[in-house]
């Protein structure tokens, strides 16, 4: 299974063109949804306003066509044959019995209505006597007259009793009927009965033709009457479109417009109630909309076109813009390609002045920059590589250096009882021909501790540190170090050292290892060269400069490996032999102290090394050599106690003998928690203590001396077998305290109580 899912990848293009374009689609989407919003609102508040406006004018019209009809039919019954009508009502017999207008009434009414009714006059006329006799007409045959006269019953009533009527509406024959009810009045000005007409509605058309709105009348929830624009509509269809999508209402919201759509065409509809007791009765104003809503759409569909073409315009114009701005990137892309493979020559054309021109000017500045750095990188790396190769050998050679501390460290212990045993056996009265051996001894315990202290000096680390120095002393311990090698290798070395040199201002350390590299050198050319050969090492003083000379007499150097013998890795020795920094190693410390090394050969006739060095201060020089030497006076010590602490047992046998001698007073103690018992018992004037012991430490011992005992504490003398380390210096150093080194000799031990003693003062 794959650890992932895999990314898809999009091309730059692509990530330009489709947030463009969906940005575009978006604001095309919100446009068009916020003209649409508008345009609809706004047609909907001129259809409010205009459904509205069509309200009142029904009104008015409803209005006017009640006044317009009282007008008309008053004037009718005041005619000359409604008089006549008015005549014949007062003198009418009727039979109270069956309350029935005579036959001669009868006809004559009759008569008159028929006259009306052809004259167009209505479309239905009921005649009502006093007693509520009725004698009904209608122009068409098919309507019930009986329905009619129930039509007019109530305003009948109204007019019987006086009061003045009012036009009313009703539905009569499934027609919309204006009915009015007029009196018929006597000469004297009394009722003699009622007249009513009832003419079919034409509301709808007139408010058609005032408005052009269409207009639907329904009663009960049934289409009386309409007007529509379409006149191919028909009733019952209407009715079932009308009942399915407008629903009947018991009360008819005046301000409520509502949209519906009939036959496909859509309309915003108002209802009006019509002002008559028949509640159920109210028109619907129609607005039509649906030419304005196609418009609408029509425009909508042509704002689409239009920005879908502005889109695809737009696309095409980014796409070549991003093609034009993606042209330069895939030379850049090209070119740091080329880069990455490492042809830095390769250059981007620069083809326009603007930022694109600009970039590509900054690629070639920068490819230049990279091919620069490149190359210190790689001089850098090299650098790194002799570092790191010096760091390796300075490793080796720590490692080294603990191993030979920890040696020689062992070593001065018993050289340490060597030496001053063999001394006090030299002032002891012996035979000659012991004391011959005794001589011998005490010499070879004598080099034995200068090539100790050589390798010691050698080994360890050591933080840079130029002080005047002897020259002649740095060549005595380098052939120290190397005289085991120089003896088996049949080398013979002949010293010529001046012995005015005056001293040099170097580092002791790095010196001594430019001369331990150098001898070696010659050592390893000899030994592979001859049998026997032979080193000469000359010191002088050239003006303000110590010379050093070292020449042998091996096979010497090619004037070709000359030139390069100071370069880092360079050797002409077999692998494994050599790492070629020694002698690069040399030239940096050499050229750090301010002198210079030189050197000369010709093939077969060996090799010469010349180094100079700046000379010391004269001052600082004097200084350092200014120590006399002292006749120490053989029983000083007598009245004097001292105390010797040490874990081993020869040496503190050999200090209890060499101030025995001087008559001190010694008592030893082999660890430090046993010379701290001793010091809470006693009384001493001065202490001798090793700075390593197991267990408590030389410094341990003084720390808990200084408290209970700190004028004795400062008359401490330490010894140690081992090189003070720099912590340790500055410990003794702050402390003022005296640190005596391993191996040491009788006249050291003397000098270094006599010294403690004359500056403290002699014990309670």
């Not at 028929?114 to 045959?141: E, F, M, S, Y």
């Not at 002791?508 to 001859?530: D, M």
């Not at 790492?579 to 050229?591: D, N």
């Not at 009384?683 to 200084?706: A, F, I």
């Amino acid at each position: 299974m794959e650890s992932g899912k895999r990314k898809i990848r999009f091309s730059f293009r692509t990530k330009v063109l489709v947030p463009v374009v969906g940005v575009m689609v978006l604001l095309m989407t919100i446009s068009m949804g916020l003209a649409y919003r508008r345009v609809y609102k706004q047609l909907q508040l001129e259809a409010r306003i205009q459904l509205q406006q069509s309200g009142r004018e029904l009104s008015y019209l409803q209005d006017l066509h009640r006044n317009e009809m009282e007008w008309r039919y008053r004037n009718i019954v005041n005619e000359p044959k409604f008089k006549a009508v008015a005549a014949l009502a007062e003198a009418r017999p009727v039979r109270a019995s069956d309350r029935v207008i005579n036959t001669s009434a009868q006809k004559t009414f009759r008569g008159l209505i028929n006259d009306l009714i052809r004259d167009k006059v209505a479309d239905a006329i009921v005649l009502t006597t006093l007693d509520g006799q009725h004698l009904t007409v209608t122009r068409d045959p098919r309507l019930d007259p009986a329905e009619f006269e129930k039509h007019c019953a109530d305003s009948i009533e109204l007019v019987l009793h006086g009061e003045a009527s009012k036009p009313d509406f009703a539905i009569y024959g499934g027609k919309f009927f204006d009915i009015m009810s007029l009196p018929i009045m006597s000469g004297d000005g009394e009722i003699r009965g009622v007249i009513s007409f009832g003419v079919p509605n034409t509301l709808e058309n007139d408010f058609h033709e005032l408005t052009h709105s269409e207009l639907v009348l329904r009663a009960n929830n049934r289409i009386i009457a309409y007007k529509l624009a379409n006149p191919d509509i028909r009733q019952e269809a209407l009715q079932q479109e009308l009942t399915a999508k407008a629903p009947a209402t018991t009360a008819p919201l005046e301000a409520n417009i509502k949209p519906i759509t009939l036959f496909g065409d859509r309309y915003l509809y108002l209802t009006l109630s019509l002002n008559t007791a028949n509640s159920q009765l109210y028109y619907l104003v129609l607005y039509p909309i649906e030419k304005a809503m196609q418009a609408l759409e029509e425009t909508q569909r042509q704002i689409f076109l239009a920005s879908l073409i502005a889109i695809l315009i737009g696309a095409a114009v980014v796409s070549l813009i991003v093609h034009k701005v993606s042209a330069p990137l895939k030379q850049l892309h090209v070119g740091a390609e080329a880069i990455g493979a490492g042809d830095f020559s390769h250059r981007v054309a620069v083809a326009s002045r603007d930022e694109f021109g600009e970039l590509a000017h900054g690629f070639n500045q920068m490819t230049a920059n990279l091919k620069s750095s490149r190359e210190e990188l790689e001089n850098a790396v090299q650098r790194l590589k002799t570092t790191q190769a010096q760091l390796i050998q300075s490793e080796k050679l720590s490692g080294i250096g603990e191993f030979i501390a920890g040696v020689a460290h062992e070593l001065n212990n018993p050289l340490t009882t060597v030496m001053g045993f063999s001394e006090l056996l030299q002032q002891d009265n012996i035979s000659t021909e012991h004391k011959t051996s005794v001589d011998m001894i005490f010499k070879s315990a004598q080099r034995c501790q200068k090539i100790v202290q050589s390798l010691l000096s050698f080994a360890r680390r050591h933080q840079p540190e130029r002080k005047s120095a002897c020259v002649n002393r740095l060549i005595e311990a380098a052939l120290d170090i190397l005289s085991y090698q120089l003896r088996t290798s049949n080398i013979e070395v002949t010293s010529r050292l001046d012995p005015a040199l005056p001293n040099a201002l170097v580092d002791t350390h790095q010196i001594q290892q430019v001369l331990v590299n150098i001898l070696n050198n010659a050592r390893q050319a000899l030994e592979g060269h001859q049998a026997r050969g032979r080193i000469t090492i000359t010191t002088a003083a050239i003006g303000s400069n110590v010379r050093i000379t070292i020449q042998d007499n091996g096979p010497g150097i090619s004037d070709a490996n000359l030139s390069k013998i100071f370069d880092p890795f360079f050797t002409t020795k077999e692998v494994g032999k050599g790492t070629g920094l020694g002698l690069s190693l040399c030239y940096g410390i050499i050229q750090e102290h301010g002198g210079s090394i030189v050197p000369s050969s010709r093939p077969g006739e060996g090799a010469t090394f010349t180094i100079e060095l700046p000379i010391a201060d004269k001052t600082a020089t004097a200084a350092l050599d200014a120590a006399a030497a002292k006749t120490s006076d053989p029983l000083e010590g007598t009245g004097k106690k001292i105390l010797t602490i040490d874990d081993e047992e020869p040496i503190l046998e050999m200090i209890r003998g060499i101030l025995t001698r001087q008559g001190y007073q010694v008592e030893t103690a082999n660890n430090g928690e046993a010379g701290l018992a001793c010091l809470r018992q006693g009384d001493y004037d001065l202490v001798l203590c090793d700075w390593k012991m197991p267990g408590l430490t030389g410094r341990q011992v003084y720390e808990q001396l200084r408290q209970t005992n700190p004028k004795l504490a400062a008359r401490l003398i330490f010894i140690t077998g081992d090189l003070v380390s720099d912590k340790t210096r500055q410990f003794l150093d702050q402390e003022k305290l005296t640190c005596l080194p391993k191996p040491f000799s009788i006249a050291e031990v003397r000098s270094a109580i006599s010294k403690a003693l004359a500056g403290g003062t002699p014990r309670a």
